[in-house]
């Protein structure tokens, strides 16, 4: 089956620190990755995604990259800002049949950045 | 682009009675709309899936009689919780598919909902 185990936090960081958020997948077929970002009481937030292997996927100083070959898809930011203290979700998604797409997530990763 | 409202994004109700929550792609068509259910500090936990126009299709272990879904048009998809428990207390979150055929969702801020 399809599944996301991504880095259990909580992780507490400095502001300016370096920030990286592990992210493997086990999936059939060609999945499509993508990183969430959820903010204190608000739905999920698009932040980056790729869709197949060696893309990078870039947003807001975050970066991703599809590596098929360690089924990898690690979230790095090099200088975190207290703003973005956040629950970051890895998520794959799979064409189950023509047009119908179903996204797995991970369990969440707390981030908390410290000023 | 690509923005998802819902609607209440609290809601407070009685034990029994239903509530329903409104889901809309603001500025595109959605064919595909997706229900959520996240408990607190975890992931998110998907419900069903509904289609413009057909039945939704549900997850194993969700009781389609307890939560409605209807997916009248393709900017709006409602989620009724019927003769609602406190078990049924949860952040409620739906996510919209760009027709087309774009695998990203897009999702809405969510409504709490506390059953008393």
């Known amino acids: 089956g399809n599944s996301v185990t991504q880095m259990e936090g909580p992780v507490t960081l400095s502001e300016e620190a370096f920030l990286t958020i592990n992210c493997t997948y086990t999936a059939t077929g060609y999945p499509s990755l993508f990183w969430y970002v959820q903010y204190p009481g608000e739905g999920l937030q698009l932040l980056l995604k790729?869709?197949?292997?060696?893309d990078k996927g870039s947003n807001k100083g975050f970066e991703a990259t599809y590596r098929k070959e360690t089924t990898s898809f690690h979230l790095e930011k090099g200088s975190v800002q207290v703003s973005d203290s956040a629950v970051y979700f890895c998520?794959?998604?799979?064409?189950?049949?023509?047009?119908?797409?179903?996204?797995?997530f991970g369990a969440g990763t707390t981030v908390t950045v410290r000023a | 682009g690509a923005v998802v409202s819902q609607h209440p994004s609290r809601v407070i109700c009685k034990s029994g009675t239903s509530v329903k929550i409104e889901c809309r792609s603001l500025d595109f068509q959605a064919t595909t709309m997706f229900w959520y259910r996240q408990f607190p500090k975890q992931s998110l936990m998907l419900m069903a899936t509904s289609n413009e126009g057909s039945k939704a299709t549900y997850e194993q272990g969700v009781e389609k009689d307890k939560f409605l879904i209807n997916h009248a048009s393709l900017t709006l998809s409602t989620l009724t919780v019927t003769s609602a428990h406190p078990e049924d207390s949860s952040f409620y979150i739906c996510?919209?598919?760009?027709?087309?055929?774009?695998?990203?969702?897009?999702f809405g801020p969510g409504t709490r909902l506390t059953v008393l």
């Open positions: 998520a794959l998604s799979v064409r189950l049949r023509s047009n119908d797409y179903k996204l797995s």
């Open positions: 996510s919209a598919r760009v027709a087309g055929g774009q695998d990203t969702q897009y």
């Open positions: 790729a869709t197949k292997a060696d």
